[in-house]
């Protein structure tokens, strides 16, 4: 998924941890993904990188995204053991009730909502041998190893931005606006998140800018920022005080 599905789970998950900062659910629903851009860039400069996105080039639309090799970041073995890392920090730097549940929820989410929409490319274990989850929904008989966003990517937009909207009505209902300007403001928000990013989902349209693997990583960190930033903005206009 991309951002905009990943971060919309903050809000389902702080209608339920009200104690719970939205910045830090907004955070651990895209840990896993600093986690990619941070090996598939090789910050680290290790000799043989950890993980490798390749692109079809000419870069047509999100299924011309390869995740080659991402066995730390998007492992099954992986997520949780990052899961359990995040939650552990916040949980002796806040000591806030439930932040351990909902940061904990909110990292392996980001892995569970992958699973609906990724070809077969989430390992099981953090080894380069390892079996490979996916896809659970597929458009394609032809082509069964290939995911719902690349069999039928439109769709694939539809269904990230319904389940999008619906983690925020539970949010406003959770925490409701009575100024009839901020609810348009919110929404307005809600809906610009969504379609930010529907460009990489029509054929033809994202080609100019995606030239290779490190531009596509570069794109979808720019992404996380600039749509974290706009639904954490949301937010403050339904509790300003309290996110």
Known sequence: ?????HLSTAFLIRSR???VPFWILLLASETIEFVWVILNLNLFS???PLEITKVNLPFLYIGDMILFQQIVSHSLLGAILIALIVSYIFQVWKKTRGIFTAVFLGVIGHWCLDLIVHDADLP???SVTSQKLGPVLNFDPLNPELGFYSTAPIWGFCFQSFLSLVFAFVYFRSFPIQDLKKKFYFWILIFLVNLSIIGIFIKGVMTWLITSPTMMVVMVLV?????????????????????
């Open 46 to 48: 290790f000799s043989l």
């Open 223 to 243: 992404d996380i920022i600039a749509s974290g930033i706009l639904l954490y903005i949301a937010t403050r206009l339904s509790e300003p005080t309290s996110v």
């Open 17 to 19: 941890f009200k104690d």
């Open 124 to 126: 099981v274990f953090i």
């Open 1 to 5: 998924m991309t951002a905009a599905g």
